[in-house]
């Protein structure tokens, strides 16, 4: 069966640091574009990272220079490393499998895992 | 970044009615090749979102034909031609045509 399953999150301090894991079955992380999306509380989607299939990251704006995307092929998991985390980050956290990709663009976000809760606060 | 514009923000039907929901993009996402790389999803209540339609009309694995996608360039629209009460949930746009920065539309929550 193709899917994903986060975990990692829970309650943080601002300031602190989690990291969360993606694990994938089914399919391999690395043969296709993978992004973190998250959903602040009682709001829509936002993307957060993205690691495309050649390996390349891109982070928001938002988030950058505080989170890292690192993928292990090895056990078939993306890791998110958050560092110095802001009550604003409180979110729900997912990730997702693009269905296909071309030089065109990116075809439907067709797995996603279940979401791993994160909430900064004192 | 594009971004991507929801009407209505919610919407009340009865089982077995129509219900359509509109999606504008701030620049086209007509690609040379013909297609236009607009997703919709449905996120039901406490659930992740699901895929329902890429690529702007074609319906994912295991998608209803009730739900059908329709429009180009900028301004798409989804139908669901009679609402079931496990269609309930908020329904979100995104384009794909600007990686990486993919971006939802703000969401239509539809009620029964």
């Known amino acids: 069966e193709v899917q994903l399953v986060e975990s990692g999150g829970g309650l943080i301090q601002p300031g602190g640091s989690l990291r969360l894991s993606c694990a994938a079955s089914?399919?391999?992380?690395?043969?296709?574009?993978m992004i973190w999306v998250r959903q602040g509380p009682g709001k829509g989607l936002e993307w957060v990272s993205v690691i495309y299939r050649g390996g390349r990251r891109d982070y928001a704006d938002s988030l950058n220079g505080r989170i890292a995307l690192f993928r292990d092929t090895s056990n078939n998991t993306l890791y998110l490393q958050m560092n110095s985390l802001r009550v604003e980050d409180t979110a729900v956290y997912y990730c997702?499998?693009?269905?296909?990709?071309?030089?065109?663009?990116?075809?439907?976000?067709?797995?996603w895992g279940q979401g791993t809760t994160v909430i900064v606060s004192s | 970044e594009i971004v991507m514009n929801q009407s209505p923000l919610s919407l009340a039907v009865s089982p077995g009615e129509a219900a359509s929901i509109s999606c504008r993009a701030s620049?086209?996402?007509?690609?040379?090749?013909?297609?236009?790389?607009l997703d919709w999803y449905l996120q039901k209540p406490g659930q992740s979102p699901q895929l329902l339609i890429y690529l702007g009309s074609n319906r994912a694995s295991g998608v209803p034909d009730r739900f059908n996608g329709s429009g180009s360039g900028t301004d798409f629209t989804l139908t669901i031609s009679r609402v079931e009460a496990e269609d309930v949930g908020v329904y979100y746009c995104m384009q794909g045509i600007e990686t990486p920065a993919l971006t939802f539309g703000g969401g239509t929550k539809v009620a029964i």
């Open positions: 997702a499998r693009a269905r296909h990709t071309s030089v065109f663009g990116v075809e439907g976000l067709d797995v």
């Open positions: 089914g399919f391999a992380v690395d043969e296709t574009f």
């Open positions: 620049q086209s996402l007509l690609k040379r090749n013909g297609n236009n790389y």
